[in-house]
């Protein structure tokens, strides 16, 4: 089933809310949800709220009563990432591996990097997304901690995201089709309905806690919804990883804002590191194509293809390039990073736990089988 997405209809969004519905009736079926770290500061709109109020425990609390049999954060898979991006940007550094290095949660940034730039296919970062992460532990570490056949575990992930449902279709994300590490892809639109399907008064609702193992994070991962805070929570992590150090101030001010291009020279033990932020796939490609020249020289990269990052993503509540509407998103965003008490994605218990437990190294054999994908050259289009 489709709806419009364009005013002439001529583009449809795939709309996946009755497989969901489906899943959550089916008891044989272990129905996980997880929601991305931009849904919060924007399902409330869908109930009236002002933009850029914080609904996440209202969020967690509609979910529950949805039927959903447990409710995880995508922000504990974002600290994930972050171990292992900052792993995979030390180890190019020590063993001479090439740079800059490019995030890769972007599906829409991914799919047209294969398309646009195949000579360049060897430096995006290989990490998988931070829901692609979530739902493959929650088929390996929860499944096997808890005694849960994954067969029979269903991964609905609820995303600011319309590429994000092609994304959770790649072939290599998953052992085959027949177990995918994400099942299903609502946006925040989706989930919106389902909630006024379902006759749930959201604003009315009390705020509840993510469930445990997978459900705990930090500020860094949260600032991940809006453009430039991959980049941000890599450095806080990576700075004490090179350093040995504390950082002290962990805002990277330079990095934040609404610019389509920020770029910014970091020092991390006596070297000085050139970083540079971009959102919109036209900046991304002016600044890949002076990379391919040789015109320009950047250590790491951040691209994400909507404005303003996912905030303003394409599964969001509409904000018909709204800027003041994008900046209370952001600006909720980094409300929600102050107001935690860890802010650095490496001092998470709960993933610490995950890779003692269960992962061991970051960026080691277990964390490459689990954690990272690969990327495939494309025709040119
Ligand atoms: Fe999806 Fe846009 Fe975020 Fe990319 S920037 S992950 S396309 S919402």
Same mark, same amino acid.
């Given at each position: 089933?489709?709806?419009?997405?364009? @005013?002439?209809?001529?583009?449809?969004?795939?709309?996946?809310?009755?497989?969901?519905? &489906?899943?959550?009736?089916? =008891? +044989?079926?272990?129905?996980?949800?997880?929601?991305? @770290?931009?849904?919060?500061?924007?399902?409330?709109?869908?109930?009236?709220?002002?933009?850029?109020?914080?609904?996440?425990?209202?969020?967690?609390?509609? *979910?529950?009563?949805?039927?959903?049999?447990?409710?995880?954060?995508?922000?504990?898979?974002?600290?994930?990432?972050?171990?292992?991006?900052?792993?995979?940007?030390?180890?190019?550094? &020590?063993?001479?591996?090439?740079? @800059?290095? *490019?995030?890769?949660?972007?599906?829409?940034?991914?799919?047209?990097?294969?398309?646009?730039?195949?000579?360049?296919?060897?430096?995006?970062?290989?990490? $998988?997304?931070?829901?692609?992460?979530?739902?493959?532990?929650?088929?390996?570490?929860?499944?096997?901690?808890?005694?849960?056949?994954?067969?029979?575990? +269903?991964?609905?992930?609820?995303?600011?995201?319309?590429?994000?449902?092609?994304?959770?279709?790649?072939?290599?994300?998953? %052992?085959?089709?027949?177990? =995918?590490?994400?099942? #299903?892809?609502?946006?925040?639109?989706?989930?919106?309905?389902?909630?006024?399907?379902?006759?749930?008064?959201?604003?009315?609702? $009390?705020?509840?806690?993510?469930?445990?193992?997978?459900?705990?994070? !930090?500020?860094?991962?949260?600032?991940?919804?809006? +453009?430039?805070?991959?980049?941000?929570?890599? *450095?806080?992590?990576?700075?004490?990883?090179? +350093? /040995?150090? !504390?950082?002290?101030?962990?805002?990277?001010?330079?990095?934040?804002?609404?610019?389509?291009?920020?770029?910014? #020279? #970091?020092?991390?033990?006596?070297?000085?590191?050139?970083?540079?932020?971009?959102?919109?796939?036209?900046?991304?490609?002016?600044?890949?194509? &002076?990379?391919? !020249?040789?015109?320009?020289?950047?250590?790491?990269?951040?691209?994400?293809?909507?404005?303003?990052?996912?905030?303003?993503?394409?599964? %969001?509540?509409?904000?018909?390039?709204?800027?003041?509407?994008? $900046?209370?998103?952001?600006?909720?965003?980094?409300?929600?990073?102050?107001?935690? @008490?860890?802010?650095?994605?490496?001092?998470? =218990?709960?993933?610490?736990?995950?890779?003692?437990?269960? #992962? /061991?190294?970051?960026?080691?054999?277990?964390?490459?089988? *689990?954690?990272?994908?690969?990327?495939?050259?494309?025709?040119?289009?």
């Amino acid at each position: 089933q489709c709806v419009a997405v364009c @005013p002439t209809g001529a583009l449809m969004e795939l709309d996946q809310v009755d497989k969901v519905w &489906k899943a959550l009736n089916d =008891p +044989t079926r272990f129905v996980v949800v997880q929601t991305a @770290p931009a849904v919060r500061v924007a399902l409330g709109e869908g109930f009236g709220l002002e933009p850029g109020t914080i609904v996440t425990g209202k969020m967690v609390s509609a *979910l529950r009563r949805l039927g959903f049999d447990r409710v995880f954060d995508t922000d504990f898979a974002a600290d994930v990432t972050i171990m292992e991006e900052a792993s995979e940007l030390v180890h190019r550094l &020590k063993n001479g591996g090439r740079l @800059p290095i *490019l995030t890769s949660c972007c599906p829409a940034w991914v799919k047209f990097f294969e398309h646009q730039f195949p000579d360049l296919l060897d430096i995006p970062s290989t990490c $998988k997304s931070p829901h692609e992460m979530l739902g493959v532990l929650t088929k390996s570490y929860y499944a096997e901690t808890y005694g849960i056949d994954p067969k029979k575990i +269903t991964v609905v992930s609820i995303m600011p995201c319309i590429a994000k449902k092609y994304e959770a279709a790649r072939p290599e994300l998953g %052992q085959s089709q027949v177990m =995918p590490d994400v099942d #299903i892809v609502i946006t925040t639109r989706e989930l919106s309905r389902m909630i006024r399907e379902a006759g749930i008064h959201f604003e009315h609702l $009390k705020d509840e806690e993510f469930d445990d193992l997978l459900g705990e994070s !930090t500020g860094a991962s949260v600032i991940f919804g809006t +453009t430039g805070g991959v980049l941000e929570a890599a *450095l806080r992590t990576a700075y004490e990883w090179i +350093t /040995g150090e !504390t950082l002290e101030k962990v805002e990277f001010e330079a990095l934040r804002g609404m610019d389509g291009i920020k770029e910014a #020279i #970091i020092p991390i033990a006596g070297r000085d590191y050139r970083v540079a932020v971009t959102h919109g796939l036209g900046h991304a490609r002016y600044i890949l194509e &002076k990379i391919q !020249t040789g015109e320009a020289h950047y250590d790491v990269i951040e691209i994400m293809a909507c404005p303003g990052g996912c905030i303003g993503g394409g599964g %969001q509540p509409y904000h018909h390039g709204n800027v003041e509407l994008l $900046k209370a998103r952001a600006n909720a965003i980094y409300e929600e990073d102050r107001s935690k @008490p860890l802010r650095k994605s490496h001092e998470n =218990p709960a993933v610490l736990a995950l890779y003692k437990d269960y #992962i /061991g190294e970051p960026y080691g054999e277990r964390a490459h089988q *689990l954690l990272h994908t690969s990327f495939t050259k494309r025709r040119k289009i």
